[in-house]
């Protein structure tokens, strides 16, 4: 059992180019969360989704986008890179409120 | 909203129990309290939940007074491996079910 899985682990961008980072779970939890973390800091919700089409943002959504097409994929769009971007970033999935989630082992982006 | 407030930080030596105490005063009837445990580099991994009184796992205990406003969560004869950013987090009902994590406490363990 796999749990949540993120990619890639690591990726250097320049300014002003775009990625997709990966996030797939197979536990079958409707709910899915993307975090990032800046150094020494704490986890700032990104956006998350209840359930397969449904998606919502979170405390820090400017400049990301995200799409919830199947219950066990929650990718994560930078448009256009900034600086501003370079984070951890996790995903997590649990399901609902008070329950346990489960987390990734991050994505490192460096915005160059 | 329902927020947590916890030590920025502490210290603590090999072989001591080390209580971690999280204020939550708006705390909704219908919320647990959860407790999640971060290593350096790695995602944030779940050690506890409870609504009230006690409850006690392998790894930890966590109290919970009657009328629920704080919890502590207790680390018994921690190791330098216990070193780590700890979270508490309860439900947040005006958010949905949003995740939302505060700026927890780093422990520092010493030999």
């Known amino acids: 059992n796999a749990g949540v899985t993120q990619t890639p682990k690591f990726r250097i961008l320049k300014i002003g180019q775009s990625m997709t980072l990966q996030c797939t779970q197979d536990?079958?939890?409707?709910?899915m969360y993307w975090y990032r973390q800046d150094p020494g800091m704490g986890l700032k919700l990104i956006y998350y989704?209840?359930?397969?089409?449904?998606?919502d943002k979170g405390e820090v959504p400017n400049g990301y986008n995200v799409s919830r097409s199947t219950t066990e994929d929650f990718p994560l769009r930078l448009e256009l890179a900034a600086p501003s971007q370079t984070s951890v970033y996790f995903c997590?999935?649990?399901?609902?409120?008070?329950?346990?989630?489960?987390f990734g082992q991050g994505t490192r982006l460096t915005v160059v | 909203l329902a927020k947590t407030t916890q030590p920025i930080s502490m210290d603590s030596y090999e072989g001591q129990e080390v209580n971690i105490t999280c204020s939550h005063n708006?705390?909704?009837?219908?919320?647990?309290i959860t407790w999640y445990q971060q290593f350096p580099s790695q995602g944030p991994r779940f050690i506890i939940q409870?609504?009230?009184t006690k409850v006690t796992n392998e790894v930890a205990s966590l109290f919970i007074p009657a009328d629920r406003k704080s919890s502590t969560l207790s680390l018994p004869r921690v190791s330098l491996s216990d070193t780590a950013v700890y979270y508490c987090?309860?439900?947040?009902?005006?958010?949905?079910?949003?995740?939302?994590f505060g700026a927890g406490t780093i422990l520092r363990v010493k030999s």
């Open positions: 987090l309860v439900g947040d009902p005006a958010s949905g079910n949003k995740l939302v």
């Open positions: 997590a999935a649990d399901q609902g409120m008070n329950t346990e989630a489960f």
């Open positions: 708006n705390i909704a009837t219908n919320d647990y």
């Open positions: 409870g609504y009230k």
């Open positions: 989704s209840v359930g397969a089409g449904i998606t």
């Open positions: 536990m079958n939890h409707n709910y």
